[in-house]
């Protein structure tokens, strides 16, 4: 019975997950050698409408806006069933594949 119970939390929480939501940031990204360019990082330097993965954060996308306003995508918060550790599926991947989770449970 705990098993089914367990796997059926897993479950559920499983079809929850394609309706997580993600945390947002916006910054000004501005420097006076790059006028209207998101300047991130002397190796990393968007134009408007351009998108990388933010360096600064394991999983994170950065979008460059106009005036050297960026936005940063980062994975939302999930909470598993309890006595479950969460463990990132495609911990390499680029934002938002990098945010699937899987949940590895006590029997």
Do not use: W
Request: net charge neutral; aromatic share 8%.
């Amino acid at each position: 019975m705990k098993l089914l119970l367990n796997a059926l939390l897993l479950l559920f929480a499983a079809l929850l997950l394609p309706h997580t939501e993600a945390g947002l940031m916006q910054g000004k990204f501005a420097n006076p050698a790059h006028p209207g360019k998101c300047f991130v990082s002397p190796n990393l330097i968007l134009s408007p409408g351009e998108k990388a993965k933010y360096p600064q954060m394991e999983c994170a996308r950065i979008i460059c806006q106009d005036n050297s306003y960026a936005q940063i995508m980062t994975c939302g918060a999930v909470g598993g069933p309890p006595n479950c550790k969460l463990k990132q599926s495609f911990p390499n991947a680029d934002y938002p594949k990098c945010c699937e989770v899987e949940f590895i449970c006590d029997n």
